[in-house]
C-alpha cells in the first residue's frame, strides 16, 4: 500500500485549510436554507412589506398546498421513484370532497369532515392503483403517474361533468379560509402533516427502509425488506396528501374547479429537488423539501410584490431550480 | 469552489430579479397603487386589455401606478394575489377572473381589506364589487351564432368551440348561442366542447371533428376569435376550402381581423380599451372623488354618471370590410412600443 500522503496546499497552515473545509462542508449540508435567507434578506431591503406579519402569513398559506404535495412526493422520490400524478389527483380529491359538501349538486351528506374523508379516500384509491402498478408489476414510476396524470385529470371532469362545483358549505370552507389563533388552518394543517411525516421518516423502521429502498432496492430485499410494500406504501401516501392539497384549494377558491392543479407537480418535483433529495432515491431530507417549497412560495409571493412581469417571473424560477439541482450535483461529485 | 460559484449564481439571479422589477417610486405626490389581477396572459385579448390600461392617461403620468398580476389560467393563483394587494395595502384593484364563482373568494379578500374593486371583461358572482365594466356576453354569443346561420343559408351542421368551463364569459356566450339556436331548429349543433380559449387547443379539436364528420360540418361557432382561427387552420391544413364553412369569432384580435378581411370569418370587437380604461375611470372616481374627471374615450358613448353605476355595458362593435382597416390601424397604434 502506497503510503497515504497527506495533501499540504503550499502557502497555506493546516488549520486555515480545515476552516476553509470546514466551512465548505457545512455550507454543502446547510446550502439551501442559506440561499433561502439571503433570499428573504434581499427581498426585505427591497421591499420592507415582505416581512410583515400578515405577508408572512399569506407566504405559509399559499405555500401550505404545494408543501402536501411536496411532503408526498418526497417520499415517493426517497424510494426512487416519480408521482406525476399530484395535481391531477390534487382536482379529483378536491371535486369529489366539494360534491359532499354542496348544496349545487344536491348534496345530501354536509358535513365537512365526512366530506373530506371521501375526499381523502379518492385520493388514497389513485394513489394504491398507481403504487400497485409500479411495486407489483414494476411498471416504471415515470410511465405509471403519467398515465395517472391524465386518467385523473379525466375523471375529474368525468364527475363534475367539465363543470366547476360552486356554493360550498360555509362549514367546509374552513379547511381553506379558517384560522386558529391568528394562523390560517392551512398552515395548521401543513405543520401537522410535517410533524407526523418527519415522525414517520425518522423515527420509524418504515421510514429507514424508505430509504434503504431508494438506496438500493436489491440490498434491501435481500437484507429482508418487503420492498413491496414500502414501494405501493408511499404512492398511497402521495394520493393522500394530494387529495389534502385539492380539499384545501376547494376550500380556499369556494368552488371545487375540475381545472385545478395543473402542472402542480412540476412544483412539487422542484421544491424536492431544491431541497436536496436526490432524484435517484435513497438520499435527502424532509427538511430540505420544505425549504424547497418556502423558497418557491417565496420567490412566487416576492416577485409579485416586485411587480417583476410574469415572464420574468417563470425565468427566474426556472433559473434557479437548476442553479439548485447543480449545487446538488457538483455536491455529490466530490 | 464550484459550489461557491453555484450559490454566487443564485445569489446573483436573486439580485438581478429585484432589479428587474425596477420600482419606480414616484417621491412627494400622492400614487395610487392599483393591481391588476387578470386571468392569464397567453391570449392575445388579455394582453390588449393590459396594455390598453398601461395607456391611461393617469399610469402615463405616473399618477397611477399599475401592478399587473398574472392569474396563470388559476384560481387560486388569483386568490393568491388578492391576498397580496391586501396585505401590501393597495389601493384599489381590477379583476378579470378566470372562475365566476372562485373569483368571490377574491373580492371578499379584497373588500375585507378595505380595497375597492372593480370588473372588467368577465363577471365574477359576487356582491362586493364596486362596478363592472364589460360588455354583454349573451348579447355576443346571440350575434355570433346568428351570423353563422346565416352565412350557411339557415340549416345545416355547426360545431361550437367554447372556452373556459365555468368563466362568466363561456357560460353567458353559450347562453346567446343557444338562444340563436333555438330561433333555428334546422341548424343541428355536432359537437360543443371547450378549447380554452386556446388557437392550438381548437386546432387539435378542429382536426378530430373534421375526421370524424368529414363533409357534414357546415359551420364553426368560435366563443373566441383565438379559438375560430384555430379552426381555419385546421380547416386549411385539411385541405379543404374555409369559404364552404360559416365561421365566427368574438373579440377583434388581429389575426382575426385580418382573417376577416380576407373574408374567411366573421368577428365581433371587444373593445379591450374601452373595459380596462373604463374600469379604471371608475376606480379612481371612487378613489379621488367627484373631482375626478374620467378619461377614457368610451364615455363619450356612454353615460359615465360619476362612476355610480354598478354595471357599464361596453357596446360591441361588429367588424365589417368597412370598418375593418380603420380597427386594424387603431389597433397598431396601441400595440406600438
Known amino acids: 500500500m502506497v503510503k497515504q500522503m497527506k495533501r499540504v496546499e503550499i502557502g497555506k497552515s493546516p488549520d486555515e485549510k480545515n476552516l476553509k473545509q470546514k466551512l465548505i462542508a457545512k455550507f454543502n449540508d446547510y446550502g439551501i436554507f442559506i440561499v433561502f435567507i439571503l433570499l428573504v434578506i434581499v427581498l426585505s431591503i427591497a421591499k420592507p412589506n415582505f416581512l410583515r406579519p ?58 365537512p369532515l365526512v366530506a373530506a374523508g371521501i375526499g381523502l379516500l379518492a385520493g388514497i384509491a389513485l394513489g394504491a392503483v398507481s403504487g400497485l402498478l409500479v411495486a407489483k408489476w414494476k411498471v416504471p414510476a415515470f410511465v405509471v403517474t403519467l398515465g395517472m396524470l391524465s386518467i385523473a385529470r379525466g375523471l375529474t371532469f368525468i364527475y363534475t361533468d367539465g363543470m366547476p362545483i360552486p356554493r360550498i358549505d360555509k362549514s367546509f370552507l374552513i379547511f381553506g379560509q379558517g384560522e386558529f389563533f391568528g394562523i390560517p388552518f392551512p398552515v395548521i394543517i401543513i405543520t401537522f402533516v410535517y410533524l407526523i411525516a418527519w415522525v414517520v421518516l425518522y423515527k420509524t423502521r418504515y421510514g429507514r427502509y424508505i430509504y434503504a429502498v431508494g438506496g438500493n432496492e436489491k440490498s434491501a430485499k435481500v437484507s429482508g425488506v418487503n420492498t413491496r410494500m414500502i414501494v405501493f406504501t408511499v404512492y398511497v401516501i402521495s394520493g393522500l396528501l394530494s387529495a389534502l392539497g385539492g380539499i384545501i384549494l376547494t376550500a380556499r377558491t369556494t368552488a371545487g374547479l375540475p381545472q385545478a392543479g395543473v402542472a402542480y407537480e412540476l412544483d412539487a418535483i422542484a421544491a424536492v429537488v431544491i431541497g436536496g433529495t436526490s432524484l435517484s432515491g435513497g438520499q435527502g431530507a424532509l427538511s430540505g423539501t420544505i425549504i424547497g417549497a418556502l423558497l418557491i412560495g417565496v420567490i412566487n409571493n416576492g416577485l409579485d410584490l416586485l411587480g417583476v412581469s410574469s415572464y420574468f417571473q417563470q425565468v427566474i424560477k426556472g433559473a434557479i431550480i437548476i442553479g439548485a439541482v447543480l449545487l446538488d450535483s457538483l455536491r455529490k461529485k466530490d | 469552489m464550484k459550489r461557491v460559484l453555484s450559490v454566487c449564481m443564485i445569489v446573483m439571479f436573486t439580485m438581478t430579479m429585484v432589479f428587474a422589477a425596477g420600482s419606480q417610486e414616484a417621491e412627494g405626490e400622492k400614487t395610487y397603487n392599483v393591481g391588476a389581477a387578470v386571468y392569464g396572459l397567453q391570449g392575445e385579448y388579455m394582453r390588449l386589455w393590459t396594455t390598453a390600461l398601461e395607456r391611461h392617461p393617469d399610469v402615463v403620468s ?57 370588473g372588467s371583461n368577465t363577471r365574477v358572482n359576487s356582491d362586493d364589487l364596486l362596478s363592472y365594466v364589460g360588455s354583454d356576453d349573451k348579447k355576443s354569443g346571440y350575434m355570433e351564432a346568428i351570423s353563422v346561420i346565416e352565412q350557411i343559408g339557415g340549416s345545416g351542421n355547426v360545431v361550437i368551440i367554447e372556452g373556459p368551463i365555468g368563466q362568466s364569459a363561456q357560460i353567458e356566450r353559450r ?55 384555430g379552426a381555419i387552420q385546421a ?32 368577428s365581433i370587437l371587444q373593445d379591450a380599451t374601452a373595459q380596462a380604461q373604463g374600469a379604471l375611470d371608475v376606480l379612481l372616481a371612487e378613489l379621488i372623488g367627484p373631482s375626478y374627471v374620467p378619461k377614457a374615450k368610451v364615455w363619450d358613448s356612454i353615460d359615465f354618471n360619476g362612476g355610480s353605476e354598478a354595471i357599464y355595458n361596453v357596446p360591441w362593435v361588429p367588424i365589417t370590410m368597412e370598418n375593418v382597416d380603420d380597427l386594424l390601424a387603431e389597433r397598431s397604434e396601441l400595440t406600438q412600443r
Open chain 2, 62 to 118: 405616473g399618477l397611477v401606478k399599475i401592478t399587473v398580476f398574472d392569474g396563470k389560467y388559476d384560481a387560486s393563483v388569483q386568490q393568491a394575489q388578492f391576498e397580496t394587494m391586501s396585505t401590501q395595502g393597495y389601493d384599489g384593484a381590477l379583476f378579470v377572473p378566470i372562475d365566476i364563482e372562485a373569483g368571490a373568494a377574491a373580492v371578499a379578500t379584497a373588500k375585507s381589506a378595505g380595497i375597492p374593486v372593480v
Open chain 2, 235 to 266: 380547416i386549411e391544413q385539411a385541405g379543404l376550402n374555409v369559404k364552404d364553412f360559416g365561421i365566427a369569432g368574438i373579440d377583434g384580435v388581429t389575426d382575426a381581423m385580418l382573417a376577416v378581411k380576407d373574408k374567411k370569418m366573421v
Open chain 2, 175 to 229: 347562453a346567446g348561442n343557444m338562444k340563436a339556436l333555438e330561433e333555428n331548429p334546422s341548424v343541428k349543433v355536432l359537437e360543443m366542447r371547450t378549447a380554452n380559449w386556446s388557437r392550438a387547443e381548437a386546432l387539435s379539436l378542429m382536426e378530430n371533428w373534421l375526421n370524424a364528420h368529414p363533409g357534414k360540418i357546415d359551420g364553426v361557432i368560435g366563443q373566441n376569435d383565438e379559438m375560430a382561427l
Open chain 1, 54 to 111: 400578515q405577508n408572512i402569513m399569506n407566504v405559509l398559506r399559499q405555500t401550505s398546498i404545494n408543501g402536501l404535495l411536496s411532503i408526498g412526493m418526497t417520499f415517493v422520490i426517497l424510494t426512487g421513484g416519480i408521482d406525476l400524478s399530484v395535481g391531477s389527483i390534487l382536482a379529483f380529491g378536491g371535486v369529489v370532497a366539494a360534491s359532499f359538501a354542496s348544496d349545487a349538486v344536491g348534496s345530501t351528506i354536509h358535513h
